[in-house]
C-alpha cells in the first residue's frame, strides 16, 4: 500500500500527553513558530495535576520544586515563574521505633560536611548504600544519610539506586533547596499551557492517541474516535515506557529497564492543627505540611502530605500512614478532607547501578526519525519533574528541527 501525502501543516508537530514533559515539549515548538497540536487522553497536568477539594488544594502526593534543577531555568526561560515557600523546617522532628526524637545537631554537621565534600564522580557504578556505609561514624549519620537519600530521590532501595545519582541529587537540594508551591503544581501545569497555547498550540483534552504510522512525509496519529491527525513529527510523552511502547510504530529495542519507583501518599485537609515536620529514620515514611506557609488551604486551614517510599499492600499502607499522622498530633477531628493514593508511581524508571542516567531510553528514536519521547523515564539529564522538563524541552527542539528541514525520509526495511 503507498504511503498517504501529509495535507495539513508541513510543520506540525503532535505533543501526545500533557504532563510536563508533554507541555514542556509544546511550548518549545509553538515559541519556534510550529503548528503544534497537544492531545491529552484525560485533563491537563497528569502527575502535575493539583486537585480542589472544599478549598484544599492538593497536588498528587507531596511535591517540591528543586530551586537549582533544569526544570526551574527551563520554566522561567518559558516566563513561567513559580511561586512558593520554603518547606517549614523549625521544629521538626526525626521518629524512631514509631517515637519522636531530638536529632543531635553533631550527626547532621558530620553528614552535611560529608555531603559538601562529596563527590558524585567518583562513586559511578556504585549503589548509594555503598556511599551511605563509607561515611562510618555513629549509626545515627549513617540513618540520617539514608532518610536525606529517600527525601531528595524518593527513593528507598538504596541497594538499587547509584550513588552518584543519589549524591547529586542531595546536593542540589542542599544548594538550592526546594520550593512548595503556592497553588500547587497545578500553576506550573497552567503556565506551561498558557506559553504554548499564547504561542498558538492547539490543546485537546479527552483525546487518546491510540496509534502512529507512516505517511510520505512524517507520520499520521489515530486519535479513539478514528479521526487522524498528520504531523511532520510527532512527541510521545504518555508518562512511562509501555505507554510509549504500545504508540510506537517500531520496535524501541531497549534493554531491560529498570523498575518505577513508587509510593503510597496519604493528602490531608486540616482545621486546628499545625503539625511539624516528620521524617522517618528507620522506616521510609515522611509527614510534611505544605500549608502554612503555601497558599493551598481555606482560611486557617492546614495542607499536609504523609508518604511512604515504596508502596506495599493499599490496606497496611494507609493504616500506617494514619498512625504516622496521629504521632504528628492529628486526630480525626481535625480532618476536614483525605485522600489515600495507593501505588503512585514517582517516577517510572529507576536506573541501574550499571549504566545510571545514561542508561535512560534516549529522546530520539533511532528507528523512527522524526518522533521523540519525553518523560521522567528518558534522557540523560534530570531526576523526576527534571528529567521531565528536560527531556521536554530537547524533544521541542528536535521536533522544532526536524519540521523545519525538507520531508523526512524514514528508511523503510
Ligand atoms: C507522589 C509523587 C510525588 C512526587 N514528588 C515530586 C517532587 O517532589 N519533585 C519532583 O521533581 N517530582 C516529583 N514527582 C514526579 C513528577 O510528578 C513527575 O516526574 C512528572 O509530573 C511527570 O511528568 P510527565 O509529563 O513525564 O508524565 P505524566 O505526568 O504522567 O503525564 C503523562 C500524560 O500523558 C497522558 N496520556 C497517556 N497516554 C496517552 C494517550 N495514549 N493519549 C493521550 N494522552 C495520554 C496522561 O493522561 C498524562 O496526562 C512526584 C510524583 C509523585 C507521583
Not at 526561560?77 to 513559580?82: E, Q
Not at 556504585?126 to 537519600?149: D, F, K
Request: with cysteine.
Amino acid at each position: 500500500m503507498g504511503m498517504r501525502e501529509l495535507d495539513n501543516d508541513s510543520d506540525s508537530v503532535v505533543v501526545i500527553g500533557s504532563g510536563l514533559a508533554g507541555l514542556t515539549a509544546a511550548a518549545t515548538a509553538a515559541r519556534e513558530g510550529r503548528s503544534v497540536t497537544v492531545v491529552e487522553a484525560h485533563i491537563e497536568g497528569g502527575r502535575a495535576r493539583t486537585d480542589e477539594r472544599n478549598g484544599y488544594r492538593f497536588n498528587q502526593g507531596p511535591h517540591a520544586l528543586y530551586r537549582g534543577g533544569r526544570g526551574w531555568r527551563i520554566l522561567r526561560d518559558l516566563k513561567v515563574t513559580p511561586r512558593g515557600h520554603q518547606p517549614p523546617l523549625r521544629g521538626a522532628h526525626v521518629v524512631r521505633r514509631g517515637e519522636k526524637v531530638h536529632l543531635s545537631g553533631a550527626a547532621m554537621g558530620s553528614l552535611l560536611a560529608k555531603l559538601v565534600t562529596a563527590s558524585p564522580a567518583k562513586w559511578t557504578g556504585r549503589c548509594a548504600e555503598e556511599w551511605v556505609q563509607s561515611l562510618g561514624g555513629a549509626p545515627e549519620v549513617v540513618q540520617l544519610a539514608r532518610m536525606g537519600i529517600r527525601v531528595s530521590t524518593y527513593v528507598a532501595d538504596l541497594e538499587h539506586m547509584p550513588a552518584d545519582l543519589a549524591i547529586s541529587q542531595a546536593k542540589l537540594g542542599l544548594r538550592g533547596g526546594v520550593s512548595y508551591l503556592d497553588g500547587g503544581w497545578a500553576t506550573l501545569v497552567d503556565g506551561l499551557s498558557s506559553a504554548a497555547s499564547s504561542t498558538g498550540a492547539a490543546i485537546r483534552i479527552h483525546e487518546s492517541a491510540i496509534g502512529i504510522e507512516r505517511c510520505t512525509d512524517g507520520w499520521e496519529v489515530t486519535l479513539g474516535g478514528g479521526e487522524v491527525v498528520s504531523a511532520r513529527s510527532v512527541v510521545i510523552a504518555t508518562g512511562g515506557p509501555d505507554a510509549a511502547r504500545s504508540l510506537l510504530p517500531v520496535d524501541p529495542c531497549w534493554p531491560e529497564l529498570g523498575p518505577p519507583v513508587t509510593a503510597a501518599c496519604l493528602d490531608l485537609g486540616l482545621q486546628g492543627c499545625r503539625p511539624p515536620v516528620m521524617f522517618g529514620l528507620d522506616e521510609p515514611l515522611y509527614l510534611s505540611r505544605h500549608c502554612p506557609p503555601g497558599d493551598l488551604a481555606p482560611e486557617g486551614g492546614a495542607v499536609v502530605h504523609v508518604m511512604r517510599y515504596g508502596a506495599r499492600d493499599a490496606r497496611l499502607d494507609r493504616i500506617e500512614l494514619r498512625t504516622y499522622a496521629r504521632l504528628a498530633g492529628i486526630s480525626d477531628d481535625h480532618i476536614v478532607e483525605e485522600r489515600f493514593l495507593a501505588a503512585m508511581v514517582v517516577t517510572h524508571l529507576l536506573p541501574s547501578i550499571e549504566h545510571g542516567l545514561a542508561g535512560r531510553p534516549g529522546v530520539e528514536v533511532p528507528a523512527a526519525p522524526g518522533i521523540y519521547l519525553a518523560g521522567d523515564w528518558v534522557g540523560t539529564s534530570g531526576w523526576l519533574a527534571d528529567a521531565a522538563m528536560a527531556s521536554g524541552q530537547r524533544a521541542g527542539m528536535l521536533a522544532t528541527r526536524a519540521s523545519s528541514r525538507p520531508p523526512l525520509r524514514p528508511k523503510v526495511a
